[in-house]
């Protein structure tokens, strides 16, 4: 590992700008740092279901291994041309996605975010997912040596978390929320 951390603070930001992992500095508001910071937000979410006691073990180890992975992914956001995600981790996902799927029943209906608070969590990580991949999206169109591999990664993990949402809730013995189109209500006119 590189240099520790002695001191959290360094006022080195203070301008404005911020240290890339390559020691180049870039504006806070970039689109680097905004797809670092996005990616970061989903990690923290991914952790949250984590802190969930209900979360069955294969559950937690996947996401145990998706949180790795997503701060390999803000490492290679953090370090201009760096290539730390690949097609194997796509493969992966896909598999694992498959797996989870496999024992779920076929969808009929949309489903509404919700069912127990581990459920709840993962399609607010999946939501922050999608996030994360229109701001490396942006960014890519910016800079063409963002790794293909990686912005597939990220669309695939917002299907895994979808998957996992509805495994917590049928591990659970809950039902999943089921979206009701509700008649549009019309106001009388006074």
Known sequence: ????????????????????GDGSRTEKDSLRVAAMGEVDHLNAFVGSILCQP?????????LADVQHELFDLGAELCIPGSTRISEEHVVRLENQ??????????????????????????HLARTA???????????????????????????RLSDFLFVVARELNRSAGTSDVLWIQRKAQTSAKA
């Open 1 to 20: 590992m590189g240099n520790r951390l002695t001191k959290i603070y360094t006022k080195t930001g203070d301008d404005g700008t911020t240290g890339l």
């Open 97 to 122: 996605l498959d797996a989870i799927n496999e024992h779920l029943g076929r969808l009929q209906d949309f489903i509404l975010p919700g069912g127990t608070v581990a459920a709840a969590q993962a």
């Open 129 to 155: 997912c999608r996030n994360a991949e229109r701001a490396v999206l942006a960014l890519s169109r910016q800079d063409a040596s963002i790794n293909a591999p990686l912005r597939r990664y990220l669309n």
């Open 54 to 62: 209900d979360v069955p073990d294969h559950i937690r180890t996947h």
